[in-house]
């Protein structure tokens, strides 16, 4: 019975940024409804969508492996949408989690380690899926740091991302590093790094198929 359910559940991996010019400086509405508009993609931090990109096809092999179905928003360099369209292509298909995957930067070349964000509770928008991303952010969150031994930073609610707003689907972002810490850099660099946070981020979200199975 589980392994079926495995092989029904589907994870969406949403490797950020890595939108084409011309479209990722276009506005689009940061919930459904709502006058406040965001741009598609501010860029990321530099060498940020190949560096993520890489870590969620490895992510991807790791679940196909494990008889988990997994969708990708994107699998090369980039990308005709925004984030609306990311999250609707993974509400599509009904997506046990929408698994963002990120790298973060700062002026602040100091700080380094990972977190991860989950959508805040707002009404209309994110009421649905609440309770689950804030669920799978915590396994997803402990499951990287365990894999990497990186710093804790934690988990961040927000309210401002697009991609969270307009998911019907559970979905986390993990921030997997700073880019603009030397140290870090290095190791989001490495193809070896690259491969522990991978195993994580593969761990976490297969414990939260496993939990829905065992639930089903």
Known sequence: MILEA??????????????????GAQREPIGPGS?????????GAPGEAGVVLDIALRTRTLLVARGIRVAMTRRRSGYAGGNVERARFCNARDASLMLRIHADGSTNRSLRGVHTLYPALRRHWTDDVYAKSLRAARLVHRAVTDSTGAPDLGLQ??????????????VVLVETGFLSNPQEARQLHS???????ARGLAAGAASIVAGRANRG
């Open 191 to 197: 193809p070896v790094y690259r491969a522990r946070i």
């Open 6 to 23: 495995f092989a029904a559940a589907l994870v969406c991996i949403d490797p950020g940024h890595g939108t084409l010019a011309r479209v």
């Open 35 to 43: 006058p406040t508009l965001k741009i598609k993609d501010p860029g």
């Open 157 to 170: 609610r927000r309210s401002d991302l697009t991609g969270f707003n307009w998911a019907d689907v559970p």
